[in-house]
C-alpha cells in the first residue's frame, strides 16, 4: 500500500487537480477539523473510503515532543496502513446542514443572554432599583427609562442599544426554530421525542441532529457517555474515583439535556420526587438530581425504545 503525502490548499479547485494524480483505487484519512465536512463530501465520490481520524484518540501525535503538519499526517497514513486508524462518527450531509443551523440558533440564544446581563449590569453600575422579573418586558423596560430619574441620559442610549440587539436577535433564532420544526426529515422523530414528558422542540431537535443514527450506539451506556451524563473514572491500587460529569462528550447535547433536567420537575411528579431524592443526597448548590434525573430518565426510559429516537 502506498502512502503519498502532500500539502494542499483548502479550496474545492486544488483538491480536484490533486485527485487526479493519485493512482486508483486510493483511501483518505483526515483529522477532525473545522475543514472536515466539506472535504469529506468533496473525496468521498472520488475516493475508495474516506475515513476521519477521532480527534482525542491518536494519542501519539499530542504527546510527541515535535509536533507539525508533516508529522501528524505521517502518523495518520501509518494508523491507516496498518488499519489501527480510530474512526469518528460522520453524520450525513444532511443532517450536518441542519445540526449547523440548530447550532447557529444557540449563538444567538447566547449573545442575547450576554445582552440582556448587559443591561441589567449597566442598571446596577448606576444603582438603578428595578424589577428582575419584568426587566426584558417591553413595556416595562419602556416605562423604566421614562419614568426613573436615576438613569442619566449617558446611560439611555446604551441601555436602548442593548435592548435593539436582544430583538434583533430574538426574530431570526424564532425563524430557525420554526423551520427546523417544519423540516420533512426532522418533523417526525421530532413529533416522537416531544411525546416524553419534558422535552420540548429544542431538546428533541438537539436529540435528532446531534446524535443522528441511534443504531451507532450499541448500548445505553455508550450513548449516556456520548451524553456526557457519567463521570469520567480515575483509578489506582484500590481506588476509584469519579468526576461528577464527563468533559469528553457531546457539549451541545450534553447543555440541553441538563437544562432539561432543571425543567423537568416543573412538569412531571414523577421527575419532581427522583430530584428531590437526589438532590438530599448532594450538595444543594450543585445537586446530583440533574444527573440522576438525566440518566434515569431520559437514558433509562427513552433509549431502550429506539423506536422513539429513531
Request: net charge positive.
Amino acid at each position: 500500500m502506498a502512502v503519498l503525502m502532500q500539502k494542499v490548499r483548502y479550496t474545492r479547485l486544488t483538491p480536484d487537480m490533486w485527485m487526479k494524480t493519485l493512482p486508483r483505487p486510493w483511501t483518505a484519512a483526515t483529522e477532525a477539523t473545522i475543514f472536515t465536512a466539506w472535504i469529506y463530501d468533496h473525496l468521498k465520490p472520488h475516493a475508495a473510503a474516506v475515513r476521519v481520524a477521532h480527534p482525542l484518540m491518536p494519542r501519539a501525535i499530542a504527546v510527541a515532543k515535535k509536533k507539525n503538519d508533516c508529522i501528524d499526517a505521517k502518523k495518520i497514513a501509518d494508523c491507516l496502513r496498518c488499519d489501527f486508524l480510530p474512526e469518528c462518527y460522520m453524520a450525513s450531509t444532511e443532517i450536518r446542514e441542519r445540526r449547523r443551523t440548530l447550532r447557529y440558533r444557540n449563538l444567538l440564544v447566547r449573545e442575547a443572554a450576554q445582552m440582556k446581563n448587559k443591561i441589567a449590569v449597566l442598571l446596577m453600575e448606576a444603582g438603578v432599583s428595578y424589577n428582575k422579573q419584568k426587566l426584558h418586558k417591553v413595556g416595562y423596560f419602556r416605562e423604566l427609562l421614562a419614568t426613573n430619574q436615576d438613569i442619566d441620559e449617558g446611560l439611555k442610549p446604551l441601555l436602548r442599544l442593548c435592548r435593539e440587539t436582544v430583538v434583533r436577535l430574538g426574530k431570526p433564532e424564532s425563524v430557525l426554530v420554526r423551520s427546523l420544526q417544519r423540516d420533512s426529515l426532522l418533523v417526525e422523530r421530532v413529533e416522537r421525542l416531544m411525546t416524553i414528558p419534558a422535552v420540548g422542540p429544542i431538546t428533541a431537535l438537539t436529540w435528532a441532529l446531534e446524535v443522528g443514527d441511534v443504531q451507532r450506539f450499541s448500548s445505553i451506556k455508550k450513548a449516556i457517555s456520548y451524553c456526557g451524563l457519567c463521570g469520567a473514572e480515575k483509578s489506582s491500587a484500590n481506588i476509584t474515583m469519579r468526576t461528577p460529569l464527563s468533559k469528553q462528550r457531546n457539549k451541545h447535547l450534553q447543555t440541553v439535556l441538563i437544562e432539561a433536567a432543571k425543567m423537568a420537575p416543573r412538569n412531571s411528579p414523577e421527575l419532581a420526587m427522583v430530584y428531590d431524592q437526589e438532590k438530599q443526597k448532594g450538595n444543594a448548590a450543585q445537586p446530583r438530581g440533574d444527573r440522576y434525573i438525566i440518566a434515569r430518565y431520559f437514558g433509562r426510559r427513552a433509549l431502550p425504545d429506539q423506536s422513539d429516537l429513531r
